[in-house]
């Protein structure tokens, strides 16, 4: 099992562009989520999903959509940089009824400048 | 409404001595609590978890925990640090009927001194 991976590890972005943040679980987990770390503030949830078809807004999911038509993939988007984008993005999964215990990727670290 | 507090941004302690990071967590529902880890650039690894039963709860690397609900906290210890204990540790909540929705605190720093 590779766990739950994540892509791109880095990337740049002009303030403007658009860019897809891509998290895949190989867990067959049904719940995903997309988290943003900002130093000196913890993880902020952005969107969530509970399952294939079904996702939901966090506490800071203004700037971002998501989408999820399987199991495995919940990619994340940016539809307009801007410069408060900038964070480290973390996806993350668990299974349903089962412990809850978090499953977390390694992040993508963006830059919007 | 629903939070994590971690009181501490940043600890120094000595390798060799005792540690403990405290979390204080305000939740309407019966919560389960987490700690999790974050070494340099890496993603978040859990070490103990509590959802019910006994309070003290173990977990790895030699840390535990203490689930005190009258005074709504959920401190990490641990008797004796190791320079590789360096990271930042995250203190989490949430309850059964929150869709695994998770409240962190916004973590503690550890800086071990040799």
């Known amino acids: 099992n590779a766990g739950v991976t994540q892509t791109p590890k880095f990337r740049i972005l002009k303030i403007g562009q658009s860019m897809t943040l891509q998290c895949t679980q190989d867990m067959n987990h049904n719940y995903m989520y997309w988290y943003r770390q900002d130093p000196g503030m913890g993880l902020k949830l952005i969107y969530y999903?509970?399952?294939?078809?079904?996702?939901d807004k966090g506490e800071v999911p203004n700037g971002y959509n998501v989408s999820r038509s399987t199991t495995e993939d919940f990619p994340l988007r940016l539809e307009l940089a801007a410069p408060s984008q900038t964070s480290v993005y973390f996806c993350?999964?668990?299974?349903?009824?089962?412990?809850?215990?978090?499953?977390f990727g390694p992040g993508t670290r963006l830059t919007v400048t | 409404a629903q939070s994590v507090t971690q009181p501490d941004i940043h600890i120094t302690v000595s390798e060799g001595a005792s540690l403990e990071l405290r979390c204080n967590y305000s939740y309407g529902a019966t919560p389960y609590l987490f700690w999790y880890v974050q070494s340099p650039g890496q993603g978040l690894q859990l070490l103990l978890k509590y959802f019910s039963g006994d309070t003290l709860v173990q977990g790895i690397k030699g840390f535990e925990a203490e689930f005190k609900r009258s005074q709504s906290s959920f401190n990490l210890r641990k008797p004796s640090v190791h320079w590789s204990d360096a990271a930042e540790y995250f203190c989490a909540v949430g309850a059964v009927r929150s869709q695994g929705n998770l409240i962190f605190g916004k973590g503690t720093k550890l800086s071990v001194k040799p």
């Open positions: 999903s509970v399952g294939a078809g079904i996702t």
């Open positions: 993350a999964s668990i299974q349903a009824g089962g412990n809850y215990e978090q499953y």
